[in-house]
């Protein structure tokens, strides 16, 4: 190993000794050129591990659970497994139209071949790391918003025959805004903020949240009618979790399965449409300028509609702008419970940033349903 393997940005001897013990679970430990701390996670922590190993993927992306939030990691994994195997296999029989797209896959321990382990310092695992890739957090051009959009159809079309029961539940209530909206009103009633304009922040954001609460429980009555299509999903379908070329020409592969379960096809796209269509992304404090692209929108529409045309239904397409709404409405909302639940959930680098982020979603939300016709429109006339 080389004389300066590790890159933490706060590096501690714990935080070290805890990567390099998991690391040697699958790779040998003279093999290691270095371990990197990756950025950009907002639940598992992520590491970079290079190996000279030929005989295995040569990086590996080596990931501690947060099993605060994954209560059942032999479940998780299980769902991962059954999905990541089942896309290897599928692409090989799957007219993908020359599209280049590689998904990751799980490399089991050098003991006992396990797909997880658990350590005194907690629950690891370790997937290929998809090489030559980059990631944006915002600002798509047209292009990239068709190809990801063709990606993300890609996917849905190979995951359309998955029976749902063969897919078990990683999270209960995931994407269920109702049982948010709950959590929400729990968590307030217990609240106490001393700052006056903090306060005052979330007080106008808590008055959003009571004039907008009826359209999520229309979306719910909506989504107990049966018209929605349901199959297994991916979950969390933010723009950092799809992967480009160098050249960021070209979607190649959709990463973090973690939430991967039965779901409605409509979350998923809405998931990435909130994502993809906000240009300044998720951490913004330029609230005035959040907006809701229509242009990223509709490229990101045509591109789906390559692979999927023949999986979304009409029910879908009406109810997609909704559905949009909702998914949006439900991320600011469990941004706002997490800061007025100190900030449990979801990672942060500051207090407010939450907080923050619960104001964009919201600001985002608004533009949303100004242009909710547009929206409408352009689906009924391009799928």
Known sequence: MNNNPYKFDNPSSSEEEQAISAAIQYVDFEDIISIEKLKGGLVNNSYLVSTTNYSIPRNLLLQKINNTIFKDIKLLMKNIDYVLNHIEKKLISTDIKGKKIVFPQIIKTLSFKKNFISLPSGYWRAFTFISNSSTLDNSLSIDQAFVVGETIALMHQILNDIPVNSISTAINNFHNTSFYLNQYNTFKEKCYIENSSVQKRVQNLDQFIDRYKIKVFDYHRI?????????????????????????????????????????F????????????????????????????????FQSFIKGYSVFAKDIINEFDLIYLPHSIANITFELGLRFLTDFINDNNYFQVSYPEQNLYRAEV???????????ENSIHSFLQEEL
Not at 266 to 275: E, G, K, P, T
Not at 361 to 371: C, D, P, R, T, V
């Open 223 to 263: 989504c107990g009618q049966g018209l929605l299509t349901q199959q297994v999903i991916h979950g969390d379908l933010k723009i950092n979790n799809i992967l480009f070329d160098c050249n960021l020409q070209e979607s190649i592969s959709i990463i973090d399965f973690d939430t991967t379960q039965p779901g």
């Open 265 to 296: 096809l409509i979350n998923d796209i809405s998931d990435s449409l909130r994502s993809i269509c906000n240009i300044l992304g998720e951490e913004t404090t330029d609230l005035e300028s959040v907006d809701f692209n229509l242009n990223l």
């Open 361 to 371: 979603q919201f600001k985002l939300l608004s533009s949303i349903l100004q242009k």
